[in-house]
T-cell receptor, first 110, second 111 residues
Framework: QKEVEQNSGPLSVPEGAIASLNCTYS??????FFWYRQYSGKSPELIMF??SNGDKEDGRFTAQLNKASQYVSLLIRDSQPSDSATYLC??????????WGLGTSLGVNP | DVKVTQSSRYLVKRTGEKVFLECVQD?????MFWYRQDPGLGLRLIYF???????EKGDIPEGYSVSREKKERFSLILESASTNQTSMYLC??????????FGPGTRLTVT
């Protein structure tokens, strides 16, 4: 059974701090990795994806991938109250199908 | 700039009814997906389609069917609605890792 695991949280950080969200996956054949943000009552929206080991930066967001340890993380720098949401990790092993984590709830306190 | 639309935001149906959920995308994407999202269970794939008239079962296809007669439209059908199909239904459209979007979702209640 292919699995993606995330700490459900809630994770609480003060405004301006770095929020660190983690995700582990079970299938070593996983090829691409995605982070989505989902506000309460809304649908998920893609934040970042990463294929290769290392870091990928996009504005305040950095995705980190370590295939040997089978984890992917998302760092949010200078966290803002508007970043308060649930963050979903998803992993692609079978080209078209994603395996989803249950999400981590993040709260950013002003 | 709405990219993926779903026919209803909220829907209430009775047990045993046949229910149609429609999803339309305006981006000429080949791949479309239907998920349901439930607290504690996350997003689960029901069906997906990678081309017109093509479909593949996801992880929980039982009790559902789909139709894709035109590229822009992917329909989810609940043949005989049951209370355990009460859920948030999300449609997604995918061209590439960078170009993928979800619709706003349909919250279905079956009574």
């Amino acid at each position: 059974q292919k699995e993606v695991e995330q700490n459900s949280g809630p994770l609480s950080v003060p405004e301006g701090a770095i929020a660190s969200l983690n995700c582990t996956y079970s299938d070593r054949g996983s090829q691409s990795f995605f982070w989505y943000r989902q506000y309460s009552g809304k649908s998920p929206e893609l934040i970042m994806f990463i294929y290769s080991n290392g870091d990928k930066e996009d504005g305040r967001f950095t995705a980190q991938l370590n295939k040997a340890s089978q984890y992917v993380s998302l760092l949010i720098r200078d966290s803002q109250p508007s970043d308060s949401a649930t963050y979903l990790c998803a992993v692609n092993t079978d080209n078209r199908k994603l395996i989803w984590g249950l999400g981590t709830s993040l709260g950013v306190n002003p | 700039d709405v990219k993926v639309t779903q026919s209803s935001r909220y829907l209430v149906k009775r047990t045993g009814e046949k229910v149609f959920l429609e999803c339309v995308q305006d981006m000429d994407h080949e791949n479309m997906f239907w998920y349901r999202q439930d607290p504690g269970l996350g997003l689960r794939l029901i069906y997906f389609s990678y081309d017109v008239k093509m479909k593949e079962k996801g992880d929980i296809p039982e009790g559902y069917s789909v139709s894709r007669e035109k590229k822009e439209r992917f329909s989810l059908i609940l043949e005989s609605a049951s209370t355990n199909q009460t859920s948030m239904y999300l449609c997604a459209s995918w061209a590439s890792a960078r170009e993928q979007y979800f619709g706003p979702g349909t919250r279905l209640t079956v009574t």
